[in-house]
């Protein structure tokens, strides 16, 4: 059990344009779900944290109206990259939080993205 | 503030060799996870352990073993015989007990890639 789908595995978009990324919790119900950022041969970095039906709580110098974040329902979280630039060009990766308190993060295959 | 601390960076050993990887932690909560994931070239993050602060006990899993120790905020990482299949980037994450919108939240240290030779 605790299987997280991402859609797509990989997108190639040119600059200007938007990208969707969808995050799904396939079994089990996620209370928050999570957006990591990737770039190459470094560290995960959170980005922002969502729960079902409410705002996204952004971290420190990641841009709300860029990265658009919507938590719908307990199993889909998307993320969209708005007006998409190269240095966006990233591995973004969600996980979907299970539990009360401490939440077991089940982390999904992660989406590449490559802006042109 | 809370931090994850993984100083090697790059680690190469041939195959049957043991090989430890280590991580340090900061944090002011006295409850907080600890975690251990494989990140192989595929990118997916694959999940190794989660360890509570109350809990010290060492674990051994197969060719795996964590050493947590408290007392020098430490959580480290050791494969016996290491395998060419054990190639891959092993991040150490920190999560608290939390206050406010940051429960939950892991925090990643660097990561280590750790290259095993046939």
């Given at each position: 059990g605790a299987v997280v789908s991402q859609h797509p595995s990989w997108v190639i978009c040119k600059s200007g344009t938007s990208v969707k990324i969808e995050c799904r919790s396939l079994d089990f119900q996620a209370t928050t779900m999570f957006w990591y950022r990737q770039f190459p041969k470094q560290s995960l970095m959170l980005m922002a944290t969502s729960n079902e039906g409410s705002k996204a709580t952004y971290e420190q110098g990641v841009e709300k109206d860029k990265f658009l974040i919507n938590h719908a329902s307990l199993t889909l979280s998307t993320l969209t990259v708005t007006s998409a630039h190269p240095e966006d060009s990233s591995f973004y990766i969600c996980s979907a939080g299970r539990g009360v308190?401490?939440?077991e993060q089940y982390f999904g295959p992660g989406t590449r993205l490559t802006v042109t | 503030a809370q931090k994850v601390t993984q100083a090697q960076t790059e680690i190469s050993v041939v195959e049957k060799e043991d090989?430890?990887?280590?991580?340090?932690?900061?944090?002011?909560?006295t409850t907080y996870y600890l975690?251990?994931?494989?990140?192989?070239?595929?990118?997916?993050?694959v999940f190794l352990i989660r360890r509570n602060s109350f809990d010290e006990q060492n674990?051994?899993?197969g060719r795996y073993s964590w050493n947590f120790q408290k007392s020098t905020s430490s959580f480290n990482f050791t494969i016996t015989a290491s395998q060419v299949v054990d190639s891959a980037v092993y991040f150490c994450a920190l999560s608290e007990a939390g206050y406010g919108g940051s429960q939950g939240n892991l925090i990643f240290g660097k990561g280590t890639k750790l290259s095993v030779k046939p």
């Amino acid at each position: 059990g605790a299987v997280v789908s991402q859609h797509p595995s990989w997108v190639i978009c040119k600059s200007g344009t938007s990208v969707k990324i969808e995050c799904r919790s396939l079994d089990f119900q996620a209370t928050t779900m999570f957006w990591y950022r990737q770039f190459p041969k470094q560290s995960l970095m959170l980005m922002a944290t969502s729960n079902e039906g409410s705002k996204a709580t952004y971290e420190q110098g990641v841009e709300k109206d860029k990265f658009l974040i919507n938590h719908a329902s307990l199993t889909l979280s998307t993320l969209t990259v708005t007006s998409a630039h190269p240095e966006d060009s990233s591995f973004y990766i969600c996980s979907a939080g299970r539990g009360v308190t401490i939440y077991e993060q089940y982390f999904g295959p992660g989406t590449r993205l490559t802006v042109t | 503030a809370q931090k994850v601390t993984q100083a090697q960076t790059e680690i190469s050993v041939v195959e049957k060799e043991d090989v430890t990887l280590d991580c340090v932690y900061e944090t002011r909560d006295t409850t907080y996870y600890l975690f251990w994931y494989k990140q192989p070239p595929s990118g997916e993050l694959v999940f190794l352990i989660r360890r509570n602060s109350f809990d010290e006990q060492n674990e051994i899993s197969g060719r795996y073993s964590w050493n947590f120790q408290k007392s020098t905020s430490s959580f480290n990482f050791t494969i016996t015989a290491s395998q060419v299949v054990d190639s891959a980037v092993y991040f150490c994450a920190l999560s608290e007990a939390g206050y406010g919108g940051s429960q939950g939240n892991l925090i990643f240290g660097k990561g280590t890639k750790l290259s095993v030779k046939p």
